[in-house]
């Protein structure tokens, strides 16, 4: 037994030399979007600010003070489609905006082929192909701009190898997706970091899921097939996160702050370690060998768009199938956005999701339409639904007013 724990503090302090060694900077070795005093872009006339003027004209004046407020925090962009030159239109747009404001907008490039495994927002671009050449677009529509851009929510959280999947010959049928497809999507988000890395004044943030959904290291989904799932950590590395600036946790969800601190604390050094010492797993244990040394870990933001109750908790046995992901009620707006985090390793609050649009028609397992939590059909997901923001509004924490 001694000779075994010798062998352990031994290996332990290989490791330690090894994550300790000089390593190159990662996180925007190029001009910082994301310097401390950063200014983010707020669209002028966006759903918030036409619903103000609404609920004003019909004396709801204390719900359109709400919208007002609402309407001067800086949201993220989102562009999910057009042509090449449409988008590179739409992209340029945005950025002349935020350049006469000397401001910084966060943009989200958000078509990668089989997009969201078909559910409420499906859609994408028809193929490899089409979706280089709309990111190549995309990013001359960036130019030399200051930007934040975060790549394809979902896109690496949500692969076609989940056994439930209804892209492509997933869990609709029982039989495994063709693995070709992962592989594909793999190269799509590795395209799209170095597209846009390659801009001189860009910070750019793959989308990595939230912290109560893919776990660090590679798993056995218990079901269907493929069984054999990769990790978190897996997904980032074959994504190329090497090239990027950091990851994106919580985008359209309602994780807590802290609960996604520690988790992407995790993740991050589970990167470093997987990267210096061949690792194939990130046990509580090897983790701890890896000092929180902010020169040598990846960075990451946070959506804090929604998080401010942090995330529902459903009836006990109410719902066959609860989506807390979806259109939960009681939730409030959380942080505003910031690069003043408190934590080294976080490099801004955003507000990628755009408070008050919907996420999708929810049923909770029911037959439907209505969702039984508000007793009706939700807007479709993206579609603006004033109620909610207002909701969000007034349990925002901290205060919006």
Same mark, same amino acid.
């Not at 495994?176 to 497809?181: I, K, M, V």
């Not at 990027?244 to 992407?264: K, Q």
């Not at 609860?322 to 259109?327: A, E, M």
């Given at each position: 037994?001694?000779?075994? /724990? ?34 983010? %872009? ?21 719900? #359109? ?56 927002? &499906?859609?994408?671009? &028809?193929?490899?192909?089409? %979706? ?57 988000? $590795? ?49 190329? /996160? &090497?090239? #990027?600036?950091?990851?994106?946790? $919580? ?75 979806? $259109? ?18 976080? +490099? ?10 919907? +996420? ?27 109620? %909610? ?13």
């Amino acid at each position: 037994m001694r000779r075994r /724990i010798g062998m352990l503090a031994a290996a332990a302090a290989g490791i330690v030399a090894v994550l300790t060694a000089p390593a190159p900077a990662q996180a925007l070795g190029h001009d910082d979007p994301l310097a401390r005093k950063a200014t983010f %872009y707020v669209e002028p006339d966006g759903n918030a600010a036409r619903q103000a003027e609404i609920w004003a004209a019909e004396g709801r004046g204390d719900d #359109a003070a709400h919208m007002r407020a609402l309407s001067k925090v800086s949201q993220a962009i989102w562009f999910t489609g057009g042509t090449p030159a449409e988008v590179r239109t739409a992209v340029r747009r945005t950025m002349v905006s935020a350049a006469r404001q000397r401001a910084v907008p966060v943009l989200v490039a958000y078509y990668v082929p089989g997009r969201d495994c078909s559910q409420y927002s &499906a859609g994408g671009a &028809a193929n490899e192909a089409a %979706y280089r050449a709309w990111i190549d677009a995309f990013a001359r529509g960036v130019g030399g701009g200051r930007a934040v851009v975060i790549v394809e929510p979902d896109g690496l959280a949500l692969l076609s190898s989940e056994p439930w999947c209804n892209e492509g010959g997933g869990g609709t049928t029982g039989t495994p997706e063709d693995p070709a497809r992962v592989d594909e999507r793999f190269r799509e988000i $590795n395209y799209a970091i170095g597209a846009l890395q390659r801009l001189p004044r860009t910070g750019v943030y793959v989308d990595s899921g939230h912290s109560d959904w893919q776990p660090l290291d590679d798993y056995d989904a218990g079901y269907g097939e493929p069984r054999a799932q990769l990790g978190m950590a897996s997904r980032l590395l074959k994504g190329g /996160i &090497a090239k #990027a600036d950091g990851f994106a946790l $919580n985008v359209s969800n309602y994780r807590s702050t802290d609960e996604l601190v520690a988790y992407g604390t995790r993740l991050s050094k589970c990167l470093r370690l997987r990267r210096t010492t061949g690792a194939a797993s990130c046990s509580d244990a090897a983790l701890a060998t890896v000092p929180e040394d902010p020169r040598r870990l990846t960075h990451f933001v946070l959506d804090t768009s929604r998080n401010g109750r942090g995330p529902w908790t459903p009836p006990a046995g109410e719902y066959s199938d609860p989506q807390v992901w979806c $259109n939960p009620p009681g939730r409030g707006l959380g942080e505003r956005p910031s690069t003043r985090t408190g934590d080294p390793l976080v +490099d801004a609050f955003l507000w990628v999701k755009r408070p008050g649009e919907s +996420d999708g028609q929810c049923t909770r397992g029911t037959a439907g339409p209505e969702d039984p939590e508000y007793g009706a059909v939700d807007p479709a997901a993206g579609a603006w639904w004033a109620e %909610y923001a207002l909701g969000l509004s007034q349990r925002a924490v901290p205060p919006l007013r």
